[in-house]
């Protein structure tokens, strides 16, 4: 069983900065490529971040030069760094993994960025 907690989340004025946690429980933290996605009010779930398990990353054109994921695996927790924020930010920002053919999602945590 996997579980996946995120925090961080809250409100802050734009240009502003948040970082988002997510803590996974279990042993196969370390070996599992971890994501953040974001779901708008009335839009579809979309892909924000990746990193792998050797610390590779990948980012959403929309976020590219703003944003920074990272991880600790001694603390089984994966980053979300989120710099320069913008009202488009605005979303509940969800952590993803894949493992064992099944996926897992976080509760969710919401960011609203103010104008």
């Known amino acids: 069983q996997v579980q996946l907690v995120e925090s961080g989340g809250g409100l802050v004025q734009a240009g502003g900065s948040l970082r988002l946690s997510c803590a996974a429980s279990?042993?196969?933290?370390?070996?599992?490529?971890m994501d953040w996605y974001r779901q708008a009010p009335g839009k579809e779930r979309e892909f924000v971040a990746r990193i792998t398990s050797s610390g590779s990353t990948n980012y959403a054109d929309s976020v590219k030069g703003r944003f920074n994921i990272s991880r600790d695996n001694a603390k089984n927790t994966v980053y979300l760094q989120m710099n320069s924020l913008k009202r488009e930010d605005t979303a509940v920002y969800y952590c993803?993994?894949?493992?064992?053919?099944?996926?897992?999602w976080g509760q969710g945590t919401q960011v609203t960025v103010s104008s």
């Open positions: 279990g042993s196969i933290f370390t070996n599992n490529a």
């Open positions: 993803y993994t894949r493992w064992n053919y099944l996926n897992y």
